[in-house]
């Protein structure tokens, strides 16, 4: 089996790192054997991007809840929003969060809301490793404003909008929180990368 260090140095290296990648999951389950890794954060902190490269990284399986969602309702998350409204949204999402009972640790991507409701800070601190993922407020509003599909963006002034809703909810992520990881200007490798190391110092030795 091989160690967290190791297996980096590895998949720096393009052909070594298509080669050594079956071995991720056992490198990452060596040092943490029961805990998912459950991004929180902001719009446009990365969640998703990150998401992916760590299940790239790790090979383990990725559950994102907005996908989730938008599964179920068979619609995308804006056209929840618009239909059904944001209380269902939420109602569901939370719904989701607790049905989330996955058999092997997994990475799991939430959405920028996930910690406004108090039953989802449990089950989030349940389910694994909180990772916040966070950025100054102008890279993660231009981050976020790159798409368009964002429905609590949609306003007359979406970064006033970003603004309070960032004022509103930095307490609740931080309180959840098992770690912080400083996106700005890191790639998301980069950021996969701090990730898996800030979990292997929480690791008892
Ligand atoms: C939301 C964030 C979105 C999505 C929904 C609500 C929020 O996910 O869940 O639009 O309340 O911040 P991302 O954080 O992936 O954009």
Redesign the pocket.
Known sequence: MISIPAYRSLVGHRVAATSFQPLGPAAYCDVNTVRSIVLI?????G??SVGRCLQRRTGLARLD??EI?AAEFGIP??QI?ATHG?EK?RAT?TNALRNLAPDRPAII??????V?RSENVNLLKKLGTCVWLTADEATLFSR?SR?ND???LQKENPQAVYSE?LRQ?EPLYAAVADLQIDTSGKTHDEVSETILARIEQLAPK
């Open positions: 954060g902001m719009m446009g902190a969640k998703s809840i907005d969602l998350i804006a929003f944001e949204f999402e991507v939430t959405g920028g809301g996930i406004l976020a798409r964002r429905p609590l809703l909810r």
